[in-house]
Antibody, heavy 125, light 111 residues
Framework: EVQLVESGGGLVQPGRSLRLSCTAS????????MRWLRQAPGKGLESVGF??????????EYAASVKGRFTISRDDSKSIAYLQMNSLKTEDTAVYYC????????????????WGQGTLVTVSS | QSVLTQPPSVSGAPGQRVTISCTGS?????????VHWYQQLPGTAPKLLIY???NRPSGVPDRFSGSKSGTSASLAISGLQAEDEADYYC???????????FGTGTKVTVL
């Protein structure tokens, strides 16, 4: 069974840092690009950023709202993706999800599947 | 502000058919990018419902179907059931933003 499990969330003060982990199982982790997404309380879904698979360079892209503060990395030997969050702001309060990017022949554009159960990050003094 | 617009809410009685629209533009749906749909039950993570505009993953009932025309896409739920009460989101790629964008989300209520 393909599964993703996030961990590392919690309560943190503004300006501090937190690192989230996304542990994968049930598939060859290194074959996929991985994405982090978030959902603020009562709000919609937002992409935070993603990391390409090594075969595509392993590079990263970020949403404008987190660029320069958040860093995504991966350890293919452990099947884990990380989200390092620095200089946290109150507006970063959200449930953070990781997901696998999927692309198939005949479909224009990727989709994200599955999603982990999410981990709550609360930024508050 | 999302570039994909959905109605905030739709409702229907059990057994009825409801549709959710996802309105985009010439840089996303109108550019030919496929649309994907997610169902988010209360307190849970989003679950893939439709991929590639009209394909259902294994295990998704055939009561759910997707389509698109021009710059819009639609998700239809036929034979509405109480368990379908959830939030639904569309997803597509935008060539202007060079990013994947979600719709604003629609809450489905079963009367």
């Amino acid at each position: 069974e393909v599964q993703l499990v996030e961990s590392g969330g919690g309560l943190v003060q503004p300006g501090r840092s937190l690192r989230l982990s996304c542990t994968a199982s049930g598939f060859t982790f290194g074959d996929y690009s991985m994405r982090w997404l978030r959902q603020a309380p009562g709000k919609g879904l937002e992409s935070v950023g993603f990391i390409r698979r090594k075969a595509e360079g392993g590079t990263t892209e970020y949403a404008a709202s987190v660029k320069g503060r958040f860093t995504i990395s991966r350890d293919d030997s452990k099947s884990i993706a990380y989200l390092q969050m620095n200089s946290l702001k109150t507006e970063d309060t959200a449930v953070y999800y990781c997901s696998r990017e999927v692309l198939e022949m005949g479909v224009s554009g990727k989709w994200f599947d599955p999603w982990g159960q999410g981990t709550l990050v609360t930024v508050s003094s | 502000q999302s570039v994909l617009t959905q109605p905030p809410s739709v409702s229907g009685a059990p057994g009825q058919r409801v549709t959710i629209s996802c309105t985009g533009s010439s840089s996303n749906i109108g550019a030919g990018y496929d649309v994907h749909w997610y169902q988010q039950l209360p307190g849970t993570a989003p679950k893939l419902l439709i991929y590639g505009t009209n394909n259902r993953p294994s295990g998704v009932p055939d009561r759910f179907s997707g389509s698109k025309s021009g710059t819009s896409a639609s998700l239809a739920i036929s034979g509405l059931q109480a368990e379908d009460e959830a939030d639904y989101y569309c997803l597509s790629h935008d060539s202007s933003l060079i990013e994947y964008v979600f719709g604003t989300g629609t809450k489905v209520t079963v009367l």
